[in-house]
């Protein structure tokens, strides 16, 4: 049967090299690093080694600079609440946009339970923040400007550079969600003037367990895993050996091939929304056209009077793995705060679907995906009443400008 | 459809459904309007992720003798309306005003926890429907008015 | 050349089968469990399968009581400061033990920076703590008892039921850390009263990236790592599949295969002391006596006039790993606390040497570490001014009880 | 010792210290004490983690002819001392008070930053000696008080 994986954004798999370079970690050096011992010190080798990895992919200074942490999510928490707790004697007040992540939108929503304050600039139709809404929001409070590379979930592009421009200016440390970015984006934190910069590696095929958080010797942080010693006192555990191996190999390769990786990407992108859009009335695409302002593997669509899950759940039974920020997908029954924030409609919200590609679809992955995504539409379409109301004309499309 | 392969849906654990939920939404029953329904209910609203709207045809003696759902939803209420026009279909009015979320659960096996409003939904379509009946005969008012005095 | 393992306290090699059981997860099973798909459903049976691994090895009442974290570390500070955070409305008072890992005691210093309080009940010359200390410490402020099961330095063995059910009559949450006695020593976090309990499955053979909480239905818990709402939204970010998997199967052969480990280690653990002890001269054992109140696995020794991180070197030399809680071998330069708050002098202090066997350890290897030891203790004394002080009469021995 | 195997030692990646460093400590140079020492210089606590003590022979033309060490605490310290001593063994009183831990880090190729209070020790132990040795031998003091007077 066919399987095709359209999430990659959700996860990839480990590449045979990433995986063979882990396998060693397990059984055969299984020291921990903090150890004084030939196994502790080959732990603390490839600690290093990875450090190394991490930091030239991004243009970092200095390999000291790349802290490891477990997940994506655990760097944006250590970037924005380390950053809080370590200058709240400067000021109390938070940037961010309406448009971040959970795990940097939640950890700034835990921070002003704790007192202190935030300004949530808001972003366009296509989710874009206008980096003046950044420079209009500072005040001799603020601490901290947290914002994403690119978007999660529609794939939007910010203007990182001016954003970190501003920052500069005004001497605010900076701190850029690169969790869906790093591998797949070119990132040079120097340029982009990031104090604190994350990474998530099991997004660009490497292993899960891993994340990185690049800090700037000037950055000023606080820990907030508090214990041994681990990552220069900036996150304490045992590290994840294998994990890190995996990840700094990953990131490695992706940077080598990222240029390749991302025009094969861009071809298939632009393919699957001409396919859709061609054979599916009453769809719409959130976010920016592809090209230079999405990234290349994202592609958000919102298919009108059905809804998310059941597309999900025929999908899958098509052996097509996507994802969707419908509120019946979500554990928690909330539509994805993008989807809100960009000001879609509520039902299109609902009929949302996502795709994230991989550097291993084919062509004829995204004809079949496609081919049956259209048959799914219509499926589901025969089903809802919303479909036949509008056939009856007794309500209209929502889409903007809508197409057919 | 074709290309729906039961060997991986029919992993009850690689399902976020058990197996009867998965079979009602990927083989609904009574899909569907019914030409001169006798009573129809729609219940919901597509901001709240879920709209059900159930067509009854009821015979001259109080059965219903048909039932069509159509939903805008999530699997579980795409399988909680399925399994409700299933469980009202040779039921007279009475007996199917005490179908209840429950029944509606019980049949597919379970739901999960946040999935359990799709069988509240899936009563009120049915209730809806059979409120409808009872509005274009309004000679069957007395059942309607025993039942929700029992609620 | 001989190569002997004796630091099994700070990681372990992963076992075969745990190995074999991760492998699929990282290639071919790469989901993300909170994805709607294959690929992702799969993920979340994994998830799901390591919680009734853990849920029976502990005897949790049931498997959703399980939560997976990245480490102990992060364990340890979920349970101290998530707990603290969602009963702060009742009270900001804290007890602990004076002996605590610093994963426990950092996190409570950091809620003390918050405006918390706490009591630090002393340990005895020993390492144990008196439940009836606890009963004196408690105040209507008190939210949260935390204790150790077994300390990670010396091993000693804590009276954690009976301090269960101090916490229970005063109807006080209490966490148990049982980050280097999962595995080894038997659990029951019923008998125990346990409204959390802590574990570190590359403790035990299992994999490094991975720690668990145990929390009770009724235990109140705030999450500290904010974003999805992953594991039942105690902490969010994605979970390292491989590790969860790993991590389960370890612990279940870790239970099957108890009680056969330990009374083998229970053997290598007296004939190691007894060697030590014999064979060299001005050396102590810190802890109990080893016995039931013991930790199997662990050796605490000091050997007087000379300073730890050379031992640890030489033995390296030697082939043989361990570790030390002496300030030299510490990154912070700090001896460990253990070694302070059990009162010992800080010269033997200074010469402190941790073995801690594991379950592969031989009785040749004990002999090999035994007379390697003798030499290399012989070799740094024969380097060491304190020493020769000694042997003229101006200095004398702080071993209470001197030996020899 | 036989069963120091320097495979495992030489391989700088998987060591604390570097090459020269870890030489130093396995074979350190001037280990011991010097009978009939003509200044003997002893500094540093056990409760601080490190002593060392450092022995000289000085011959009536100011030359360091010979130089010892003993030191309880950690490699660095052990590297640090048998380093100084080489450093200083030949060199005049002059010479030897010029000596400082840079030389001594430099001298071993680097220590690790949390370890260089290790050669500042060796320094001071060198000192000490040299002090010791102008106690005794008051003509000298001159010198003692010029380096004093520089530093
Ligand atoms: C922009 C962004 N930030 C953070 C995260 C969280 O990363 P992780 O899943 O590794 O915790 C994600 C993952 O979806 C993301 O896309
Ligand atoms: C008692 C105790 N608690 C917590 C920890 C921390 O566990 P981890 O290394 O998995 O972060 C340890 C590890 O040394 C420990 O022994």
């Known amino acids: ?404 | 459809m074709r290309f729906f392969h039961t060997e991986n849906i029919m992993a009850e654990e690689y399902n976020p459904y058990n197996p009867i939920v998965m079979d009602h939404f990927l083989n609904p029953r009574n899909m569907g309007d019914l030409e001169d329904a006798d009573g129809i209910g729609e219940v919901g609203a597509a901001a709240c992720g879920d709209i059900m709207k159930i067509s009854l045809k009821i015979s001259d003696d109080g059965k219903i003798s048909d039932a069509r759902f159509k939903t805008f939803g999530c699997g579980s209420a795409i399988a909680s309306s399925s399994m409700a026009t299933e469980l009202v279909k040779g039921k007279t009015i009475e007996e199917a005003l005490k179908v209840t979320n429950k029944n509606v659960v019980d049949a597919l096996g379970g739901l999960p926890p946040v999935k359990i409003h799709c069988s509240v939904l899936a009563e009120e379509a049915i209730k809806a429907a059979l409120d409808d009946y009872i509005k274009r005969h309004p000679e069957k008012a007395a059942l309607v008015a025993a039942n929700n005095h029992k609620a």
């Open chain 1, 1 to 404: 049967m066919i399987k095709v994986y359209l999430d990659h954004q959700s996860s990839t798999p480990v590449l045979p090299q990433v995986y063979e370079a882990m396998l060693p970690w397990f059984s055969e050096y299984y020291g921990n690093a903090s150890a004084l011992h030939e196994q502790g010190l080959r732990a603390r080798a490839a600690l290093n080694q990875s450090r190394k990895q991490f930091s030239e992919a991004i243009h970092s200074p200095d390999p000291e600079s790349i802290l490891f942490t477990s997940c994506g999510t655990e760097a944006n928490n250590l970037a924005v609440k380390g950053t809080a707790y370590a200058l709240q004697h400067k000021g109390k007040h938070i940037i961010l946009s309406t448009a971040e992540h959970p795990s940097v939108e939640n950890s700034v929503a835990f921070l002003e339970r704790q007192g202190f304050t935030a300004t949530r600039v808001s972003v366009n139709s296509e989710g874009f923040i206008n980096p003046e809404d950044i420079r209009a929001a500072i005040t001799p409070e603020t601490i901290l400007i947290a914002t994403h590379y690119a978007n999660h979930d529609i794939g939007t592009i910010q203007p990182v550079a001016q954003i970190g421009e501003i920052a500069r200016e005004h001497k605010i440390q900076f701190f850029v969600d690169a969790a869906f970015s790093a591998g797949w984006l070119p990132i040079n934190v120097q340029e982009m003037n990031a104090s604190l910069l994350s990474l998530s590696p099991h997004r660009f095929y490497g292993p899960k367990g891993v994340g990185v958080l690049y800090k700037n010797r000037k950055a000023r942080l606080s820990s907030i895993i508090h214990g041994g010693i681990q990552e220069n006192n900036f996150r304490s555990g045992t590290e994840n050996i294998p994990a890190i191996v995996g990840g700094g190999l990953a990131m490695e390769l992706a940077e080598n091939e990222r240029e390749t990786r991302v025009s094969r990407l861009r071809v298939l992108q632009e393919k699957l929304w001409k396919g859709l859009s061609e054979q599916i009335s009453y769809i719409c695409l959130n976010g920016p056209v592809p090209g230079e302002n999405r990234h290349p593997a994202n592609l958000n669509v919102s298919t009108e009077f059905i809804e998310g899950e059941g597309q999900l759940l025929l999908c899958n039974a098509a052996g097509i793995a996507v994802a969707s920020g419908s509120s019946c997908v979500s554990k928690n029954l909330k539509s994805s705060l993008t989807l809100t924030v960009i000001g879609l409609d509520i039902t299109l919200a609902q009929g949302n679907i996502i795709f994230t590609l991989g550097k291993d679809n084919t062509f004829e992955e995204i004809d079949y995906v496609v081919s049956s995504f259209a048959k799914i539409v219509e499926r589901l379409r025969q089903m809802s009443p919303m479909w036949e109301a509008f056939q009856k004309g007794n309500i209209s499309s929502v889409i903007p400008g809508n197409p057919k």
